[in-house]
């Protein structure tokens, strides 16, 4: 697996999510103030799904943003592609599919378990 691919896919893939954000607002501001007032929001809004669908879409792009950054900085410092729980490599298709991923797939199912 090449390091400097993996580079090109988050920067790509960050460059979309910071061009699809309105400008100027920045992401993580964003996904902590929806956090506190979602559970208002979609009390307010049933009936309307669609803009409870709208403040998930942005909760997960920032999220992304913010796995990618940490990608990037995994990469600077030699530590990109190693299971931030258990130390263990991750499996390049999983990089693949996922670049920012922070843990191995193993890690993972238990999270969500
Ligand atoms: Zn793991």
């Known amino acids: 697996m090449d390091e400097s691919t993996f580079k090109e896919s988050l920067l790509r893939k960050r460059g979309e999510l910071l061009a699809a954000g309105s400008g100027g607002v920045k992401p993580l501001t964003a996904t ?7 559970g208002d929001l979609a009390d307010q809004a049933s009936g309307n799904n669609e803009v409870h669908i709208q ?21 600077e410092q030699g530590t990109y592609g ?12 999983r990089l693949n599919a996922i670049p920012w991923t922070r843990v191995c797939i193993t890690c993972k199912e238990k999270q969500s378990s």
């Open 32 to 38: 902590m103030d929806t956090n506190t007032r979602q």
């Open 55 to 75: 403040l998930k879409l942005k909760q997960t792009d920032a999220k992304i943003l913010q796995a990618i950054e940490e990608a990037l900085y995994r990469m």
């Open 82 to 93: 190693i299971c931030r729980d258990c130390g263990e490599p991750i499996a390049p298709a």
